[in-house]
């Protein structure tokens, strides 16, 4: 016996089986008699033996037959589901996304878009990986993930960018600091000394740091750097100096700080969505707009584009 029958057998062969008529099979399959016999007879020849009775009324299936018909309409049934497979993944509907994002995103904005995601695409599995901007940037190049959520500015050779929304900025002082649990202008800052990022982490909002003072009318003395938000909340609370950063990171305080809610507009740092100029799945621009309309409702939106 042998086993190189064609799956055009077996739909030949599931049809008639169901149908128990060749007539009626042939008309299902939009083919004639003649043809469909030739594929049943191939298919006994392949397997070594009768499937069918032939009467000059009626066809039954054999004790073979009978045997045969579920497994090969289980190898149909999964042909048929490989097929589609390689459909949706081809299409972008099924597959993995390696998502990059910022720690803040994960606060706020995460939870509420995953699972209009997976509602949208069910049969996209994301894998979520928390990183600094600067190492989306280089991972994006190489190919380690598809979209990330990061801080501009970056270089954005080879890659496509779109600002989502902005993190307002909150001034985070020590616990015992005379504009702890206030809000304030931010030039009330302008005599203090601060604690920054390293320009390699956290460039985004140093830089939108340096512009919100700016704007404020003053230059601020940078008395400290720092490579994560819990070591400059550390140097914040040793009172090594005050700091900018992003609302979100009050949910998670450290012992010894207290925040300050900054009325100026323009101490906000941007998040963007980020991803190669050669990809263009759906799955890619409905991350990008349920991130860009799940932010929109929130209280800081980015500014049309």
């Known amino acids: 016996m042998s086993s190189d029958f064609t799956f055009g057998q077996l739909r ?3 049809a008639v089986a169901t149908e128990l008529s060749f007539r009626r099979a042939a008309e299902k399959l939009h083919t004639t008699q ?16 009768r499937l069918f009775d032939r009467g000059t009324r009626r066809v ?10 579920p497994e090969a309409q289980r190898l149909l049934t999964n ?15 099924r597959g993995v996304v390696r998502v990059g994002y910022i720690e803040p995103a994960a606060y706020d904005l995460l939870p509420r878009v995953l699972p209009k995601f997976r509602e949208k695409h069910p049969k996209i599995d994301l894998e979520l990986h ?10 994006l190049r190489g190919r380690d993930i598809e979209v990330a959520l990061l801080r501009p500015p970056v270089d954005q050779t080879g890659l496509r960018l779109e600002i989502v929304y902005a993190d307002r900025l909150v001034a985070v002082v020590p616990e015992h600091h005379p504009v702890a649990g206030r809000t304030i202008a931010l030039a009330e800052l302008a005599d203090e000394q601060f604690v920054s990022f390293t320009a390699n ?12 003072c700016a704007s404020s009318g003053f230059s601020p003395t940078i008395a400290h750097l720092a490579s994560s938000t819990p070591m400059l909340m550390s140097l914040v609370a040793a009172g090594q100096g005050v ?23 323009e101490a906000r740092s941007h998040v963007a969505i980020a991803w190669r100029e ?28």
Do not use: C, N
């Open 34 to 49: 003649p043809p469909l016999s030739r594929q049943i007879k191939a298919l006994e020849e392949t397997v070594g033996t």
């Open 12 to 14: 030949a062969f599931v």
């Open 60 to 69: 039954a299936l054999t004790a073979a037959g009978q045997a045969f018909l």
């Open 243 to 265: 700091g900018l950063i992003p609302e979100p990171f009050r949910i998670a305080p450290r012992p010894g700080v207290g925040f300050a809610t900054i009325i100026d507009p």
């Open 278 to 305: 050669d990809e263009s799945r759906a799955a890619y621009r409905t991350l990008r707009d349920l991130t860009r309309d799940t932010a929109a409702r929130s209280a800081t939106p980015a500014e049309p584009q």
């Open 79 to 93: 042909a048929d589901v490989a097929r589609r497979a390689v459909t949706e993944a081809v299409t972008g509907e």
């Open 201 to 212: 982490q956290g460039t985004g909002v140093h830089t939108a740091a340096l512009q919100a």
């Open 130 to 139: 928390e990183m600094h901007s600067s190492d989306a940037v280089r991972r």
